[in-house]
């Protein structure tokens, strides 16, 4: 059974800094078959991707991030990170942990139980 587990939110001042972490099971985090992101939903806002990295290390982001937040991943712990800086109260969101992975063809998707990030301005 797949479980990520995120860690790391709060609530922090307009350009601070949070790193969320979200530790992985049940999952083969090295394999060349997965992928780890991180969402974000803000109250009355669709889901949106944030982050996503592959296992070989390609990093994608949301352009609203870009040069601000930063997607890393440690193979060794099973854990993804996303080191958030220069924050704006327009990141408040429940920031949640993705993980995808394929298996015989078939895509499975797995999802945390979500952090808040509250940015006051």
């Known amino acids: 059974q797949v479980q990520l587990v995120e860690s790391g939110g709060g609530l922090v001042q307009a350009g601070g800094s949070l790193r969320l972490s979200c530790a992985a099971s049940?999952?083969?985090?090295?394999?060349?078959?997965?992928?780890m992101g991180w969402y974000r939903q803000a109250p009355g806002k669709q889901r949106e991707l944030v982050a996503a990295?592959?296992?070989?290390?390609?990093?994608n982001y949301a352009d609203s991030v870009k040069g601000r937040f930063t997607i890393s991943r440690d193979n060794a712990k099973n854990t993804v990170y996303l080191q958030m800086n220069a924050l704006k109260p327009e990141d408040t969101a429940v920031y949640y942990c993705h993980a995808v992975e394929v298996i015989s063809g078939y895509e499975y998707n797995y999802w945390g139980q979500g952090t808040q990030v509250t940015v006051s301005s």
């Open positions: 049940g999952i083969i985090f090295s394999s060349n078959a997965n992928a």
């Open positions: 990295i592959t296992s070989g290390g390609n990093t």
